[in-house]
Every structure is written in structure tokens, then in C-alpha cells.
């Protein structure tokens, strides 16, 4: 995956993400076997819930708007947020 705007992906090992805003870096996120995510249509930024990717490449994340409605997404296509 490519950088976009000035964005650098998240790399699978990456600790500490729990808590944190990330930017989804694909118009449509999917999890692991490339399912659509159950996200809203056009959603920009997400809530980690992971503290780090699964070994099926995954974090499970939130809108920032609805914790409840949580999904898995591929960690390669979200970025942090910068603080």
C-alpha cells in the first residue's frame, strides 16, 4: 500500500494502538478474507480497539461516533492519526 496523504500505514507488530484514532486509508475497508468491514459508507477516521494487529492481520476499530458498531480491518489500511 502506498502512502497517502502523507500517511504512513500501520506495520503489523506495531504496539500500543489501543485508544488511538486512525485514518482509513482505502475507500471501502475489509477484514482479513477481504469482506467489506461493517463500517459506514465513506468513513474517514475510526477508534482502534486492538493494541496490535491479530495474526489474522486485523485490529478491530469503531466509528469514532458508535463503539458499538465494531469491525475487523486489515491494519495496512489505516494510519494514525497525528496528535
Do not use: S
Request: glycine share 6%; proline share 11%.
Amino acid at each position: 500500500m502506498t502512502e497517502q496523504h502523507g500517511l504512513t500505514p500501520l506495520r503489523y507488530g506495531q504496539k500500543g494502538l489501543r485508544g488511538k484514532y486512525a485514518r482509513v486509508l482505502v475507500d471501502e475497508p475489509t477484514d482479513e478474507i477481504d469482506w467489506p468491514a461493517d463500517l459506514p459508507a465513506g468513513i474517514e477516521t475510526v477508534v482502534i480497539l486492538d493494541d496490535e494487529p491479530n495474526p489474522h492481520h486485523t485490529l478491530r476499530v469503531h466509528p469514532t461516533d458508535d463503539p458499538t458498531r465494531i469491525a475487523p480491518v486489515v491494519f495496512d489500511q489505516l494510519a494514525l492519526c497525528e496528535d
